[in-house]
């Protein structure tokens, strides 16, 4: 069974103000992932992460970044939210091999 | 570019009756994922299928891979209530994994 868990589920939060998600997973996955998915609509990939100190932009602009410090823990931070933002954010992790990716329930990000 | 299209987008169907959804993906890739998302919900791992010809089944869920025709589907036999979801379709490496924009499914009695 997958562990992959993200803080907070919900957020409001005003124009201006700095946010880190975070996303953490137990299962020694090397590979991290942060999408984006607006709702009833398809994932995107904002960030990636093939281990520690390894981090890369996905196929989505976002201003926001991403760390690696430890195998199990992937942060996302966005310095200064705008209302754009206001979005679900989904982390997901996988291993080598079949790179099946597993998701985290999500933070639903709501920016006024 | 890869791209991922998904038909139909949105599906109404009674329960008991089949269906298929489809999976199209422009350029070569071994390997296709299936996931379900229920409303508000993260996405669940349905299918992980890795070369021409792969077969799965759980369940009334059927998935397959024509890796040549880049197309995958996604077979519902006797549609229940429960598997009311959206599912999507994902293809490509990790790095890079595009998401079909997803089937709505939505089981009536």
């Known amino acids: 069974e997958a562990d992959i868990y993200q803080t907070p589920r919900y957020l409001v939060i005003g124009t201006g103000k700095k946010i880190t998600l975070e996303c953490s997973q137990t299962m020694g996955h090397d590979k991290m992932y942060w999408y984006q998915q607006d709702p009833g609509m398809e994932l995107h990939l904002i960030h990636y992460s093939y281990g520690v100190n390894s981090t890369e932009k996905g196929d989505l602009s976002s201003e926001s970044t991403v760390s690696r410090i430890r195998t199990e823990h992937f942060p996302l931070t966005l310095e200064s939210a705008r209302p754009s933002h206001t979005s679900q954010y989904l982390c997901a992790s996988s291993s080598s091999g079949e790179n099946e990716q597993f998701f985290g329930p999500g933070t639903r990000l709501t920016v006024l | 570019e890869l791209k991922v299209e998904q038909n139909p987008l949105f599906l109404s169907m009674q329960e008991e009756k089949n269906y298929t959804i489809y999976c199209n993906y422009s350029t070569t890739s071994d390997r296709l994922y299936w996931y379900r998302q229920d409303p508000g919900k993260s996405l669940e791992s349905l299918f992980v299928?890795?070369?021409?010809?792969a077969v799965k089944q759980e369940g009334r869920l059927m998935a397959s891979l024509d890796t040549k025709a880049r197309l995958s589907t996604l077979h519902i036999t006797a549609a229940v209530h429960d598997l009311s979801a959206t599912y999507f379709c994902a293809v490509g490496p990790h790095n890079d994994m595009r998401f079909g924009a997803g089937t709505r499914l939505t089981v009536k009695p």
């Open positions: 299928l890795l070369s021409n010809g």
